[in-house]
């Protein structure tokens, strides 16, 4: 059998080889979620980038430009993280470049995988198809806030160990407690991660129903993954 093995942070992530395995990039508020949803409403790729600066050099060649920081978009961008800014009809056949505080980084330090696929609770059963059909080992990579633990991505990484625990070896410490964070967590899910710091980031922003759209649970079965530098949707 393969092995499942979560990195709790993407500083972490240098102790351990990519080579030949599939690494699931988590950040549940709200890059991966808003991956997810540009795909579903028709996004034709998306390219992951560094810096602010770099991402308005795509916006001169075309491409829908987002970029946020710190939970908010950034100045001179009408498009910076939540889900809802990917539902219109502008999304549909465009090509996405993006940068945000977590989520892209956690992307660009993982390219030497043999796959970058993208996960979040929206696509979660499509992810753990996906998985099983790679038939590879498994890192699951929570990209934290600005490379430090928290609550959300873990409890995502632990959903996906835990519903592919049969299939898979749970290979270390973080899965297990990621595991066992997540069923504590599961009969009100919601109400659980309103204790996260990043909760209580939203509620200042006044965005906490982008927190509720993210915990929905297989609402799309798109599967993003990075290929040649872009992300497109299997």
């Given amino acids: 059998m393969q092995k499942i093995q979560t990195v709790l942070s993407p500083l972490l992530l240098q102790l351990t080889s990519l080579e030949e395995k599939v690494v699931v990039v988590i950040d549940v508020l709200r ?6 949803v540009a795909f579903a409403h028709g996004a034709s ?20 430009a987002a970029a946020e920081r710190d939970g908010k978009p ?9 889900p809802f800014s990917y539902m219109t ?8 470049a993006m940068t945000t ?3 892209t980084q956690a992307i660009q330090l993982s390219k030497a995988a043999h796959r970058v696929i993208i996960g979040s609770f929206l696509n979660k059963k499509a992810i753990c198809d996906y998985l099983i059909q790679e038939n590879r080992d498994v890192i699951l990579l929570c990209s934290g806030w600005k ?14 160990a835990d519903a592919l625990a049969s299939e898979f070896i749970i290979a270390d410490d973080a899965s297990i407690a990621a595991i066992d964070l997540y069923r504590l967590a599961e009969p009100n899910l ?8 990043h909760a209580h980031r939203f509620k200042v922003l006044g965005i906490e129903k982008d927190i509720r759209f993210c915990l929905q649970q297989n609402i799309y079965n798109k599967v993003p993954v990075l290929k040649d530098g872009f992300l497109i949707s299997v």
């Fill in 31 to 36: 890059a991966t979620s808003s991956i997810c």
């Fill in 74 to 82: 950034v100045d001179g961008f009408s498009i910076g993280n939540s």
């Fill in 101 to 103: 505080t977590n989520g």
């Fill in 147 to 160: 490379n430090n633990f928290n609550l959300e991505d873990t409890l995502f990484a632990g959903a996906l």
């Fill in 89 to 96: 009809e502008e999304i549909n056949g465009a090509s996405i």
């Fill in 45 to 64: 790729k998306i390219i992951p980038v560094a810096t602010p600066e770099e991402c308005m050099q795509y916006k001169i060649q075309g491409f829908i």
């Fill in 190 to 197: 919601n109400e659980y991660i309103l204790k996260s710091s």
